[in-house]
């Protein structure tokens, strides 16, 4: 038992501190997510005026045109319904080139003419977010050669290397009213820091039933002893 005790007890207070550690850092990123969000709309050409910090999750108003190039994020589930993302290039007026998520698409309403697009100047809308890994590839499968591609997972890196080194580092998640928009379905995290705090809650239960039932055996082993 003391064998038991000593091994897992401290494994349950790592993962209890690890969740409470992960509820803080998707706090900090939901506030920031707010509290940039309510801040005034910027136009691209200010944007080098304003720290990176201050500039994620504001909201930002482009001009230029959609690319050619659109990546199709599979497995993208949304009301128990499989389907894609579609993160598609913008080349700015300034020359900047962005990805923009145009949002959801289901698999079985899937039409190319649902996304395909207008080559021709436009402005559109969205908020400036962290371009931090979208998806998750299992099996390491590389992508095929030619747009559009379909991928499991959808990163910076992987975006330069196609795109070449000049992608920006942010994503532009492109608001509703916007040319181009499907059903928006981005969040700045994918669990709440409620859900953290709760799994650190059910971990910390677990190491305090085992701490009990670490004294209440020792304590009647103790007790046979004695008899």
């Not at 005034?40 to 005026?49: A, C, L, Q, R």
């Not at 993208?76 to 894609?84: C, K, S, T």
């Not at 928006?184 to 190491?207: C, N």
């Amino acid at each position: 038992m003391t064998a038991f005790f000593v091994f897992f007890f401290p494994i349950l207070l790592y993962l209890g501190s690890w969740q409470v550690s992960r509820g803080l850092e998707k706090e900090n990123i939901v506030n920031q997510h707010y509290e940039n969000k309510s801040q005034p709309v910027i136009e691209e050409k200010d944007m080098n005026s304003v720290s990176l910090k201050n500039l994620t999750y504001r909201t930002v108003n482009l001009t230029g045109q959609y690319g050619s190039e659109s990546y199709f994020l599979d497995n993208r589930l949304y009301r128990q319904e499989a389907g894609y993302e579609v993160f598609t290039t913008f080349k700015t007026s300034e020359k900047n080139l962005f990805l923009v998520n145009r949002g959801w698409i289901s698999k079985e309403k899937f039409n190319n003419d649902d996304v395909a697009l207008k080559d021709e100047m436009i402005s559109i809308q969205g908020i400036l977010s962290p371009f931090k890994r979208f998806g998750l590839n299992l099996s390491n499968e590389v992508s095929k050669a030619g747009w559009p591609k379909l991928v499991q997972q959808l990163d910076h890196e992987s975006a330069r290397q196609d795109l070449g080194s000049n992608v920006n580092i942010s994503v532009i998640q492109l608001s509703a009213a916007s040319v181009g928009a499907l059903e928006p379905i981005w969040k700045p995290v994918e669990l709440q820091p409620s859900r953290h705090y709760g799994y650190a809650l059910q971990w910390f239960g677990l190491a305090l039933v085992l701490f009990c039932s670490y004294l209440y055996y020792g304590y009647k082993g103790d007790s046979y002893d004695n008899e």
